[in-house]
């Protein structure tokens, strides 16, 4: 009987460790997704920026294409003018 509680001593205090372990195991992988996510907020953050950037650059351009249309067209009036 003795025996028998020495082996189920044992396999506990096994099974206590492995359960420790695997606890450490988690503790490691929650940290790096933890520092995964940070990273990946930094870079989205970083992209925003830069995508206000090139809207409002694309803005700009689209602006200044339509004010070029604009004079165009206004100088091709001009020259119909002219013309008669």
Do not use: N, P
């Not at 490691?28 to 997704?33: D, F, M, R, V």
């Not at 930094?42 to 830069?50: M, T, V």
């Not at 809207?55 to 206004?74: C, G, L, P, V, Y």
């Amino acid at each position: 009987m003795i025996y028998v509680l020495i082996c189920l001593c044992l396999s506990l205090a096994g099974i206590a460790g492995l359960q420790f372990f695997y606890m450490m195991y988690l503790e490691q992988t929650g940290k790096g997704y933890k520092k995964r996510i940070r990273q990946l907020e930094h870079h989205c953050l970083r992209l925003s920026k830069r995508l206000k950037i090139a809207e409002s650059k694309i803005a700009q351009q689209e602006k200044e294409i339509a004010d070029s249309e604009a004079s165009e067209d206004d100088e091709v009036w001009a020259d119909v003018i002219e013309d008669f």
